[in-house]
């Protein structure tokens, strides 16, 4: 008896080829995409797409009906407002920057998708991200980098939990993006020249700082730029509008280039300082998930972190210093460490575990 795998399909080539793969592998595969854009207008929806939006049902009912797979659209709008949205939200206006994808990819695409399919009688979920999944020597299921370093999604991954990863298939993370296209064109899907979707979903036009007032009914109030000695510089617009390294947008005639250091929710303050002040060689990070590992101790252990998911990675040693909490030290100072963002600790191309910068 065939393994039947669900595959989160948003109607793009890697998700579609994924699907593909499988079958040929011979399991029995599910197509599902998620729904999981909110009641905006419709027509917007259309135009803008994004990975899950409502332009995605249409392509992956298409490339599903083209493999002879069935297909679903499952709701999982509640989960999306509250997991990602909300929280996307409520960071922002406590001066962090969060990384969406990786609440949506552990909450929304894992938790409650892995949940239904289970309970429908399916084996695992898969999907098309760049990224492979092992069983270590220790018995721990971890994430290993794709065999691509262009399109290398695991950073995005690193907050999966074990017995999510164990019910996982990611069957392109062996494969360049090029022969993902190439396949696609020999199956003649109708997706296989179909660009990458690169913005947030339920933003498409980048505008964060309104969406969250449109969001919250909050207006984000006006407030000091300052030094770091605490010397009023100027006015900010309000602190959602900034992110620790931003140097654009701050209308700020100084004479020099100044950058954002630090924002202090609790005074509505946006700290500016030189190139020099947004790097640091320490960051804490909580909100910890081991993989690779099963943790670390108050020994230090040498690893290769990522603070942002475009950052190349840089050797540092990491160390508990409290329940939930690891000190890293990085060999060399990092630029703009970012309160919110993740930080990913890699050992060799194994994700070894990650946290959230403080």
């Known amino acids: 008896m065939s393994r039947k795998v669900v595959v989160g399909m948003s109607g793009g080539v890697d998700s579609s080829v994924a699907a593909w793969l499988l079958k040929e592998q011979g399991y029995d595969v599910i197509g599902v995409t998620m729904q999981i854009w909110q009641d905006e207008d419709t027509l917007v929806q259309e135009a803008e797409g994004g990975c899950c939006g409502l332009s995605a049902v249409d392509d992956a009912r298409r490339v599903a009906m083209d493999l002879g797979i069935p297909y679903y659209v499952m709701n ?14 409520a960071e922002y206006m406590a001066g962090r920057t969060p990384n969406p994808c990786i ?22 979920i898969a999907t098309g991200h760049y990224a492979r999944i092992e069983q270590l020597p220790n018995g721990r299921y971890a994430i290993k980098k794709s065999v ?131 790097f640091t060689d320490v960051v804490r990070c909580n909100k910890l998930n081991w993989m690779a590992l099963e943790g670390v101790g108050e020994e230090e252990i040498s690893v290769n972190a990522k603070i942002r998911y475009s950052h190349k990675g840089a050797p540092c040693k990491i160390r508990r210093i409290g329940e939930d909490m690891v000190e890293c030290r990085f060999e060399e100072p990092v630029r703009a460490a970012t309160p919110g963002q993740a930080v990913v600790f890699y050992q060799d191309d194994y994700v070894a575990g990650g946290g959230t910068i403080l």
């Open 76 to 89: 999982f709008k509640n989960e999306f407002r509250t997991q990602v949205m909300d929280y996307f939200a």
């Open 148 to 278: 691509t370093a262009a399109k290398d999604q695991t950073y995005a991954l690193y907050n999966l939990t074990q017995e999510q990863l164990s019910h996982t298939l990611m069957p392109v993370g062996n494969y360049h993006k090029d022969e993902i296209r190439d396949m696609a064109q020999k199956l003649g899907l109708p997706v296989a020249s179909k660009p990458d979707s690169q913005e947030i979903c339920f933003i498409p036009d980048h505008d964060y700082a309104s969406f969250i007032e449109e969001y919250t009914g909050k207006t984000m109030e006006p407030g000091n730029f300052v030094d770091l000695d605490g010397n009023v510089l100027g006015r900010h617009k309000g602190i959602s509008h900034y992110t620790v390294g931003q140097r654009k947008g701050l209308n700020l005639a100084m004479g020099y280039p100044v950058f954002v250091v630090a924002i202090r929710p609790e005074t509505n303050e946006v700290v500016l300082g030189n190139g020099q002040d947004v």
């Open 103 to 124: 609440a949506c990819n552990r909450y929304v695409k894992w938790e409650s998708l892995l949940r239904r399919s289970l309970s429908i009688g399916a084996d695992y």
